[in-house]
């Protein structure tokens, strides 16, 4: 069993940044493939970024390229999500998921386990 725990959501206004953490725990994090999704109100959950077990691969969607950087540290069985030039579209909860598959993944479906999302605000 898995337990992913995500931390750093919050209200900030539009061009303002926030970090999100993603703390993992019960077996090993090194091996397997990291990601964040969002869900906005009324909307389906969408892909945001991805990272390879190594960290040396990564993947993001198109609407938040060149503003979000995805990056872990395996040594503290964490994954973080840099959001810098926040906008109001970007209001949703997101979630961290792990996939037992050493690369990228986009796909939501090949995730496995998932956090409880964390709430990030952004006002215009």
């Known amino acids: 069993q898995v337990q992913l725990v995500e931390s750093g959501g919050g209200s900030v206004q539009a061009g303002g940044s926030l970090r999100l953490s993603c703390a993992a725990s019960?077996?090993?994090?090194?091996?397997?493939?990291m990601g964040w999704f969002r869900q906005a109100p009324g909307q389906e959950r969408e892909f945001v970024a991805g990272?390879?077990?190594?960290?040396?691969?990564?993947n993001y969607a198109d609407s938040v390229k060149g503003r979000f950087t995805i990056s872990r540290d395996n040594a503290k069985n964490t994954v973080y999500l840099q959001m810098n030039s926040l906008k109001p579209e970007d209001t949703a909860v997101y979630y961290c998921?792990?996939?037992?598959?050493?690369?990228?993944?986009?796909?939501?479906?090949?995730?496995?386990?998932w956090g409880q999302g964390t709430q990030v605000t952004v006002s215009s």
């Open positions: 990272i390879s077990w190594g960290g040396g691969s990564t």
């Open positions: 998921a792990t996939a037992p598959v050493s690369g990228v993944v986009t796909d939501s479906r090949l995730y496995n386990y």
């Open positions: 019960g077996r090993t994090f090194n091996y397997y493939a």
